[in-house]
């Protein structure tokens, strides 16, 4: 932080679009209060900004108004973004925070704009990335792609997530409703996160009904989060329903915080079946919450969990039943995950994670 | 979940390995009793399948081009029924309204969408004309050449490939499979395999309910398989006649889908053994001839493996077992 003290310099931000409840959002919003708490000027530049941050953040095309010399950009890098293009034109020295993006194969079939909006995403980074003074990856994997595109100098850093909300007080009426769900006997297994092809809900379906056929035949899946992926979604409501699986399995659309944190208290496990990760905050947020993980190691996840979990290689639905049977009835592996569990998502959250984060930001500024 | 209080084993990260291990003993038992054959996984896919954009069926050309010819008129005449006594009326007069502005553009796009489409369709006149002349000089892919006498349960090789893969961290394929035999060994050594072989006449012939085992080619089949899916790879029989660029897709493939410190085992007859006189017709029939064994070790160096060669006893074959290096790997040391 001593890096930053009499430095005559700003680091603002730059993101696609500022949303609440969102891990970009939320990073971003506790990256622009560590910066200022380490005596830079902050703020943050987006293409769209939600309503309720109106406040919070300016138009990226309003950079000029604040501009001072010395400036220092960190682009929060989602998705495809016209702040890209803005700022190669700014030639500020940059920092890219690189949270990954859905590869556009995984929308092939599904989403066309998305597909175009994913591979623009990856044109922008291989332009950006050469630029940048320091990239800053949210796990070793994406640090590897970040590295792919050109970029000399990376290094991994924590995503500051608002962890704390799935402990917050829970929605009564959400946990009352999952409360008398519970008292009809059967696990409950969680989910959260968009339904979009690559986070592979359809897959968490095939396992819950080769669950349910094996092991419990009362078993419930929660899936949490909206959807940017219609098409998608509409075929996973078919296959549930297809699978006479419409009773045991809720979509409950985009939830508050307070919901979230029922969700969480009434899960019995976590289970992520994504065929993509950048990193996977809904992980952690399981193990803050102490509900034990069970997951596909695909992308960045066995590196976030690390250990705290049941990995699995692949989304096979008799591997994935037979992880759930033991992860639900095993006390030993419970015990065992919850405490690993929280061991990990302490060494991720926490006062310490932004001060890494203000710390590779100094040392590329002081360069 | 019980009332009492669960305690923490002594060594928690031993334990979630014990586990681990006893989930694939208990998937293999599953799958051994029938209580979840193959052929259902298979169905379920084929059901989600079903629900999915033409796309993502397969990207059949013909089927693409029905979906947009079907889908290139848009109607401006938006449908005007109600369940309210005014609705309806209201719905129409709004129709009216708009209908010069709405019919203009939903010309226009249908025209393009026409223009479009009539691309597309020249496009595919184009592709059928160009299928037909690569036909002629096309160089057929490699059949699947089996030599009686050395692909057998008890050949030398066999024990040597087991104890390769048996241990590997994920699920193990192994083609061409034939009847299973050498998945069933696999499987028998506390491995957890899988079979492909297009020879489905064979397949269809051997034990599914207990064994899983898939009546397609090896190439067709990786490209299913999600990327690091696979802890093993077990290839006998199908890459002795491969032409060069065949070879290399197949490995391409088997580089990305193989997890990190996962296992390729290749089993190769000899030069000498291809040409002989006793060998099966297939070989004749090949594009390609095998690799000498330290080709192969080369071939794969390169390729990011570490890669060894067994002569067999009387020359007429070996065995290269290679294991996918890796930097970073998500399975600990004693996974692998």
Known sequence: MSAAAGRPVAVHQFIPALNPHDATGTHTLKLRDALRAAGWRSEIFAEAIHDDLASQAYKHWMYPEHAAEGDVAIYQ????SAVAGYLAEQGLPLILDFHDFTAPEYFAGWEPRSVQRAAAAGEELALLAPQAVLGMAKSPFSERQLRRA?????????VLADYGRVTGAPDRRVAAELAALGERGGADILFVGRIVPSKAQHDLVKALWAYRRLYDARARLHLVGGTSSFEYAKALQGYVDDLG???????????????????????DVYLSLSAHEGFGVPLVEAMVAGVPVVTRGAGAVAETVSGAALVLAAADPAYIAAALHRACTDDRLRTALVAAGRRRAAELSGGAAAATLVDAVAGAVAR | MSDTEPTLP??????????????????????????????????????????????????DLGEALRMVDAATFIDPVVPVESERAAGAVVKKGMRSLLLWYVGWITHQMSQSSSAVSRALHIVDDRLGDLERQVEVQRIPGAKVVEFPALHRPDAWWVEPAVAAVAKAPGRVLHAACGDGWLVRRIDAAGGDAYGVDPRAHLVDAAELGILDLRGEGVAEHLRAVAAAGLGGVVLTGIVDGMAGGERTQLLTAIATRLAPGGALVV????????????????????????????TWCRLLGDSGYEAVAQPGPGGEDFLVTAVRSSITTPYPPSER
Do not use: N
Not at chain 2, 275 to 287: F, I, N, Q, T, V
């Open chain 2, 10 to 59: 002594a060594d928690p990260q031993a334990y979630v390995e014990q586990v681990m291990a006893e989930i694939a003993d208990e998937v293999r038992l599953r799958r051994a009793s029938g209580d979840l054959p193959p052929k259902l996984e298979r169905e379920l896919d084929e059901l989600f399948l079903a629900h999915s954009p033409v796309a993502g069926r397969g990207g």
């Open chain 2, 267 to 294: 089993h190769s007859v000899s030069r000498d053994a291809w040409e002989a006189a006793g060998a099966p017709p297939e070989a004749d029939l090949s594009p390609g001839r095998p690799l000498r064994a330290d």
């Open chain 1, 150 to 158: 050109g970029c000399r100098r990376t290094v991994v850093v924590p």
């Open chain 1, 245 to 267: 699986l419409a009773a045991a399995v809720r979509i409950t659309g985009e939830v508050s915080d307070a919901a979230l944190a029922a969700h969480f208290a009434a899960a």
């Open chain 1, 77 to 80: 890098f989602t998705t495809s």
